[in-house]
């Protein structure tokens, strides 16, 4: 189990590095002045791209943005919606990229849309499944609970890695309407695009955390059931 926990504490380490990268460059972002609000950015490159049924609301918290495909509505926080900066413009276009996709049927999109029933379900179940599994395959030597826990994590393990791609799909839909809308200069551009990515290295750490504990369970179950074989 120490195993587990040190890749635990990795895991939280990169997830906590990574996220006050992200804060501390959007702050120093939201000092960039932009002719427009985010709530103004969105709006555009949603009517530019066509997208007329898309409602682009206020939300609490920050860093609370998001795209909701069942209501039809680009979700701004109160740092993003009603403040004209480069952090925001980049943060509303990005939203505003998971709308585009939707719209045009983005296949990785579908498919992770696809997956949400199974991982809500099996999100809740897998690492209570696992710990009793575990038990279970140190004193009995049974490894069915284990593989089962296993199989229930996979799916949200798999579920943070085809949002990688969604996730930067998004970033280079807006970094490209931002830049053929001339709304940013070469330097507002620079500054967008790395706020986008560190926003996107968020994801990337929570996919790398999961799949090392994935791991570590796979390796476990490998290892108990090669010694139940002896």
């Not at 587990?4 to 996220?19: A, D, E, K, N, R």
């Not at 719209?103 to 498919?111: M, V």
């Not at 140190?138 to 393990?157: D, E, K, P, R, Y």
Request: charged fraction near 10%.
């Amino acid at each position: 189990m120490i195993g587990y926990y040190i890749i635990i504490g990795i895991g939280m380490l990169l997830s906590w590095g990574v996220g006050q990268m992200l804060r501390k460059r959007f702050a120093e972002y939201s000092q960039t002045p932009m002719p427009m609000t985010g709530a103004q950015v969105a709006e555009e490159m949603l009517r530019q791209n066509g997208i007329l049924d898309v409602e682009v609301i206020s939300v609490p918290g920050q860093l609370t943005d998001h795209y909701n495909p069942m209501k039809r509505t680009v979700n701004l926080s109160e740092s993003v919606y009603g403040v004209p900066s480069v952090a925001a413009a980049a943060v509303a276009a990005h939203e505003c990229g998971h709308a585009v996709q939707h719209a045009r049927g983005y296949a990785w999109l579908k498919f992770r849309s696809a997956l949400v029933p199974v991982v809500s379900i099996s999100s809740r179940m897998a690492q209570i499944v696992l710990m009793i599994g575990l038990f279970i395959a140190i004193g009995s030597q049974n490894t069915t609970v284990l593989l089962i826990g296993i199989v229930l994590f996979s799916m949200a393990v798999l579920f943070s890695i085809v949002t990688l791609p969604v996730e930067f799909d998004a970033s280079k839909r807006a970094l490209a309407w931002l830049s053929q809308s001339r709304l940013a200069g070469a330097v507002e551009q620079k500054q967008a695009k790395n706020a986008l990515f560190w926003a996107a290295m968020t994801y990337v750490a929570g996919a790398l955390a999961a799949l090392g504990q994935l791991l570590y369970f796979v390796f476990i179950f490998l290892q108990l059931r090669g010694n139940s074989r002896q």
